[in-house]
């Protein structure tokens, strides 16, 4: 009997051993196989007295049922056990590398960051942003500013006009920003200082004029807004956008019909090699047109002209960014030519501010 129990012991020792089901088979064809401890101890009963073997066979058949059973115990174990090893070394990574951050690929535009270059430095001079639509009204692209009906002003701005609506009005799309002097003023009550950039239409493409293009314009109305005030706004306007300690500055006369008088902007500069630098040199550069707000625009936009005036300029953003940047082509801005974007535009993060720097 206890030869019996000694086995039990030490097969179900050998069971609980077994780390894998090849040890676990061993263990199971040297109990129970044909050479097996179990087998040779039922081979025994047949050399047994009938009562012997009545409780030596019960005894070594109960033994062999538990082997059994813990056998197949052990077995769901270590199968278990092998299959979670192999999920883990066999596992598959789907998931794709991080792509590298947008800020080292995208650009800004030229464009927009010449527009928050000068929105940097008006804004530090006090001025706020004003805005309007691009499709625009006959009235505030024209009339309200002052040029008479069938003035050949009107033709001089190669207009795109709109087929006329319903009402017979036939809409523009604005050949300036000063229809946002006149939206500024029949909206705010004077003292007022602001610019306006956005894009402008005008009939006309080369290599220094696209249909689209872009202005900033500047109006200031207050009580004593004399040119004195415009001469100093444009030209801190200029050492400040074109980085340079000091410019001189032309004004011409000119005409343009919502100013009285009217002037337009040269900017000193030496043009050598393709280059163009400002602050020196003999060489003179038109940049914006300006002048005194005609009292008829003030009247038009519900101001009073003996009351208020101001003065008011008009500024090509596509031109200036050329002058800055050495860009020769007005075209290339347009067309979203990868290779032109990364060699031109900017880091995204590099915001524009007089104290950090404008363009670097
Ligand atoms: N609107 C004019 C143009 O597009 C530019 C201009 C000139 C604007 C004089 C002004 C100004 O506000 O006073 O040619």
Same mark, same amino acid.
């Given at each position: 009997?206890?030869?019996?129990?000694?086995?039990?012991?030490?097969?179900?020792?050998?069971?609980?051993?077994?780390? *894998?089901?090849?040890?676990?088979?061993?263990?199971?064809?040297?109990?129970?196989?044909?050479?097996?401890?179990?087998?040779?101890?039922?081979?025994?009963?047949?050399?047994?007295?009938?009562?012997?073997? $009545?409780?030596?066979?019960?005894?070594?058949?109960?033994?062999?049922?538990?082997? +059994?059973?813990?056998?197949?115990?052990?077995?769901?174990?270590?199968?278990?056990?092998?299959?979670?090893?192999?999920?883990?070394?066999?596992? =598959?990574?789907?998931?794709?590398?991080?792509?590298?951050?947008?800020?080292?690929?995208?650009?800004?535009?030229?464009?927009?960051? =010449?527009?928050?270059?000068?929105?940097?430095?008006?804004?530090?001079?006090?001025?706020?942003?004003?805005?309007?639509?691009?499709?625009?009204?006959?009235?505030?692209?024209?009339?309200?500013?002052?040029? /008479?009906?069938?003035?050949?002003?009107?033709?001089?701005?190669?207009?795109?006009?709109?087929? /006329?609506?319903?009402?017979?009005?036939? $809409?523009?799309?604005?050949?300036?920003?000063?229809?946002?002097? =006149?939206?500024?003023?029949? +909206?705010?009550?004077?003292?007022?200082?602001?610019?306006?950039?956005?894009?402008?239409?005008?009939?006309?493409?080369?290599?220094?004029?696209?249909?689209?293009?872009?202005?900033?314009?500047?109006?200031?109305?207050?009580?004593?807004?004399?040119?004195?005030?415009? $001469?100093?706004?444009?030209?801190?306007?200029?050492?400040?956008?074109?980085?340079? /300690?000091?410019? $001189?500055?032309?004004?011409?006369?000119?005409?343009?019909?919502?100013?009285?008088?009217?002037?337009?902007?040269?900017?000193?500069?030496?043009?050598?090699?393709?280059?163009?630098?400002?602050?020196?040199?003999?060489?003179?550069?038109?940049?914006?047109?300006?002048?005194?707000?005609?009292?008829?625009?003030?009247?038009?936009?519900?101001? *009073?002209?003996?009351?208020?005036?101001?003065?008011?300029?008009?500024?090509?953003?596509?031109?200036?960014? &050329?002058?800055?940047?050495?860009?020769?082509?007005?075209?290339?801005?347009?067309?979203?030519? &990868?290779?032109?974007?990364?060699?031109?535009?900017?880091?995204?993060?590099?915001?524009?501010?007089?104290?950090?720097?404008?363009?670097?």
């Amino acid at each position: 009997m206890s030869q019996i129990n000694e086995l039990e012991t030490q097969t179900l020792a050998a069971i609980e051993g077994a780390q *894998d089901e090849a040890a676990l088979e061993q263990v199971r064809v040297a109990s129970l196989g044909k050479k097996g401890t179990i087998t040779a101890l039922l081979a025994t009963l047949g050399k047994m007295s009938p009562e012997e073997r $009545k409780s030596a066979g019960a005894a070594i058949n109960a033994l062999k049922d538990k082997v +059994n059973e813990a056998l197949l115990a052990r077995r769901t174990i270590v199968k278990g056990a092998a299959l979670e090893a192999r999920l883990k070394s066999e596992s =598959v990574d789907v998931t794709l590398p991080v792509r590298e951050a947008p800020i080292e690929t995208g650009r800004i535009h030229p464009i927009s960051q =010449v527009m928050d270059e000068l929105t940097a430095i008006f804004a530090d001079m006090g001025f706020s942003i004003a805005e309007g639509p691009d499709i625009e009204s006959d009235d505030y692209n024209f009339t309200k500013l002052n040029f /008479p009906l069938g003035h050949p002003a009107r033709e001089m701005h190669d207009t795109f006009f709109f087929n /006329p609506g319903a009402d017979g009005e036939r $809409k523009l799309l604005r050949t300036h920003t000063s229809p946002v002097q =006149v939206r500024t003023m029949l +909206n705010a009550k004077p003292p007022i200082r602001v610019i306006c950039p956005g894009r402008t239409y005008r009939c006309d493409s080369d290599q220094t004029h696209t249909p689209m293009f872009h202005q900033v314009e500047g109006l200031v109305i207050d009580k004593s807004a004399h040119m004195g005030h415009l $001469k100093w706004i444009l030209e801190e306007f200029c050492k400040a956008f074109f980085e340079v /300690p000091s410019v $001189k500055m032309r004004f011409r006369p000119s005409f343009f019909p919502f100013t009285e008088p009217s002037m337009e902007v040269d900017i000193q500069c030496r043009r050598s090699g393709g280059e163009i630098r400002f602050g020196e040199g003999e060489d003179w550069l038109e940049i914006l047109g300006c002048g005194m707000v005609h009292p008829n625009v003030l009247r038009n936009c519900g101001v *009073d002209p003996d009351e208020y005036q101001g003065f008011a300029w008009g500024m090509g953003i596509d031109r200036i960014a &050329m002058l800055k940047y050495g860009m020769p082509d007005l075209r290339a801005f347009f067309e979203a030519d &990868m290779r032109w974007l990364s060699h031109y535009g900017f880091r995204p993060l590099d915001l524009p501010t007089l104290a950090g720097g404008l363009s670097s």
